[in-house]
């Protein structure tokens, strides 16, 4: 895990106040920058996503889906996790909290913002910092890649119907165009464009090229990352200044989320009573969100400035030091496991 990566929090953290200071001293250029879009994606944030994305999809090999009835068990728990129980979760905490516990503290438009923010990172399970989380637990690289690429092609057909469904339990209207054009820009081209590029570059099938590629491509994706939560940031400074608790009431329900997500896949990979190195990488796929695309759809449905925009944003801020806690914990208890 590079240095970047380790202190991502730390970059998110920065780029958060730099956002707001830019975003509070020169509102006109930000302006300029939100009025750059077409059928409401942005111009700018989506090459920044794209930035992000691609390189993801590129480390996916989808020869590896062969290799899928070697692992049944692990994959089971992970798929049905992420697409019958997480985005469910997701939505129920969003709803009790923004709808009943902070009720009088949020005002009714920015509540449904936020649980629409928060449905969309439940929706989506992690790509690509899965391997990270894999490698650091020692776990079976090519078991996280089948079920990375698994993940993937369901997340094509699977993203927007349940998306809609649990946005729609929520009383927010759904724009099913926007939301299907999101997934084919954010999803399905992007795929197909990783898949065509490793393709290519992996010919020979010794990853030379392709590493290389990767390691070229590593520092583009972290700015555009950045370069989006200062955009995002800067777009929400009004409302950050007059609401700065926002934040902090976004991430509560996002943490319990997150670890009683863990705390289930953990426990039920005990009890199915796989290997280690196959139970800290499911678990791990089964916790983490691809708040790329979560952020990305976001904004194509909610707006740029929008409550489901920043809930998105505070997701990236909260991920990356509760996994790295998780990944503490599934390395102190790899004696559980036979």
Request: glycine share 6%; net charge neutral.
């Amino acid at each position: 895990m590079g240095l970047f990566e380790r202190y991502l929090t730390v970059w998110v953290g920065l780029a958060i106040i730099g956002g707001v200071i830019a975003g509070s001293v020169a509102p006109d250029i930000f302006a300029t920058v939100a009025g750059l879009e077409y059928a409401h994606v942005n111009f700018v944030i989506a090459v920044l996503i794209w930035l992000m994305i691609y390189p993801m999809m590129v480390q996916i090999d989808f020869s590896s889906i062969k290799d899928v009835g070697k692992n049944p068990k692990g994959l089971a728990l992970t798929l049905v996790i992420n697409w019958l129980i997480k985005p469910f979760t997701m939505a129920l905490l969003g709803w009790l909290f923004f709808k009943v516990i902070f009720a009088s503290w949020v005002d009714p438009q920015s509540a449904q913002e936020y649980i629409a923010g928060m449905i969309l990172l439940g929706v989506a399970p992690c790509t690509a910092m899965v391997f990270v989380w894999s490698q650091m637990t020692k776990g079976d690289a090519n078991y996280t890649l089948v079920q990375v690429s698994i993940n993937d092609v369901i997340m094509i057909f699977a993203f927007a119907p349940i998306a809609g469904l649990l946005l729609g339990a929520t009383d927010i209207h759904v724009p099913w165009n926007t939301l299907l054009i999101s997934v084919v820009l954010y999803v399905l081209v992007p795929l197909i464009a990783g898949a065509l590029t490793r393709k290519a570059l992996d010919r020979r099938d010794d990853h030379s090229k392709l590493d290389g590629f990767l390691s070229t491509m590593k520092p583009w994706s972290i700015a555009g990352l950045l370069a989006t939560v200062v955009l995002l940031f800067g777009f929400q400074a009004q409302t950050i200044l007059s609401k700065p608790q926002a934040i902090v009431l976004i991430a509560i329900p996002l943490l319990i989320q997150t670890y009683g997500i863990f705390a289930i896949a953990y426990f039920l990979a005990k009890k199915f009573k796989l290997p280690h190195n196959e139970a800290a990488p499911a678990s791990m796929i089964a916790t983490s969100n691809f708040f790329e695309l979560a952020v990305a759809v976001a904004i194509s449905l909610f707006g740029l400035h929008s409550g489901a925009a920043l809930a998105t944003v505070v997701g990236v801020l909260v991920e990356v030091p509760v996994m790295l806690s998780l990944v503490w914990f599934a390395n102190r208890t790899r004696h559980w496991f036979a």
